[in-house]
């Protein structure tokens, strides 16, 4: 079974950085694209940024310039580099990728990380 587990959010003031890690595990034959969503209180999760199993990119236009998205093929991980963060940051973010387990495609996600920024 393919478990997506996220890790590194918490509390920042405004203009601080977090670094958010997802890792992939459990039975898998091959990962395509992985990314990370958001949700704030109240609204409906939205995507912050994708990256394809080629590392090509795609960010939202609110978060570009500020955050970056790699990922560690060899690790089945993907990171999400938040830098310059704002209060409108604030939501939970989650972890979506696109997996092979053995014959067929399908799409995972994590069980989300509380990013608030506040001073």
């Known amino acids: 079974q393919v478990q997506l587990v996220e890790s590194g959010g918490g509390l920042v003031q405004p203009g601080g950085s977090l670094r958010l890690s997802c890792a992939a595990s459990?039975?898998?034959?091959?990962?395509?694209?992985m990314g990370w969503y958001r949700q704030a209180s109240g609204k409906q999760r939205e995507l912050v940024a994708t990256i394809t199993s080629g590392g090509s990119t795609n960010y939202a236009d609110s978060v570009k310039g500020r955050f970056t998205i790699s990922r560690d093929s060899a690790k089945n991980t993907v990171y999400l580099q938040m830098n310059s963060l704002k209060p409108g940051d604030t939501a939970v973010y989650y972890c979506?990728?696109?997996?092979?387990?053995?014959?067929?495609?399908?799409?995972?996600w994590g069980q989300g990380t509380q990013v608030t920024v506040s001073s």
């Open positions: 979506n990728a696109h997996i092979t387990p053995v014959r067929y495609e399908y799409e995972y």
């Open positions: 459990g039975s898998i034959f091959s990962i395509n694209a």
